[in-house]
Nanobody
């Protein structure tokens, strides 16, 4: 079993930055794909970014390319999401997820483990 705990959310003005962290416990995430999803009110949960176990492969949603960066530190069992140039439409609850695979996937059903989420609010 893997437990995931997100932190780093908050309220920021448009154009600002936030860095989300996801700490895993219970089992090493060293061989797992890590990803971030988000869910806005009334919307379905959507893929934001994913990173392979080595950190060598990343994948982003088109809406965040060039603004968000996903990374990981396997020694700290932690994944990160650096979010720059934030827009009001980035407002959502952000979830960390993990899957026992070497391939990054973009659908929620492909991920076995989920955190509780952290709120990100971007004001205009």
């Amino acid at each position: 079993q893997v437990q995931l705990v997100e932190s780093g959310g908050g309220l920021v003005q448009a154009g600002g930055s936030l860095r989300l962290s996801c700490v895993a416990s219970g089992r090493t995430i060293r061989t797992s794909v890590m990803a971030w999803f988000r869910q806005a009110p009334g919307e379905e949960r959507e893929f934001v970014a994913g990173v392979s176990w080595s950190g060598g492969t990343t994948h982003y949603a088109d809406s965040v390319k060039g603004r968000f960066t996903i990374s990981r530190d396997n020694y700290k069992n932690t994944a990160y999401l650096q979010m720059n140039s934030l827009k009001p439409e980035d407002t959502a609850v952000y979830y960390c997820a993990a899957r026992n695979s070497i391939v990054v996937r973009t659908t929620t059903s492909e991920y076995e483990y989920w955190g509780q989420g952290t709120q990100v609010t971007v004001s205009s």
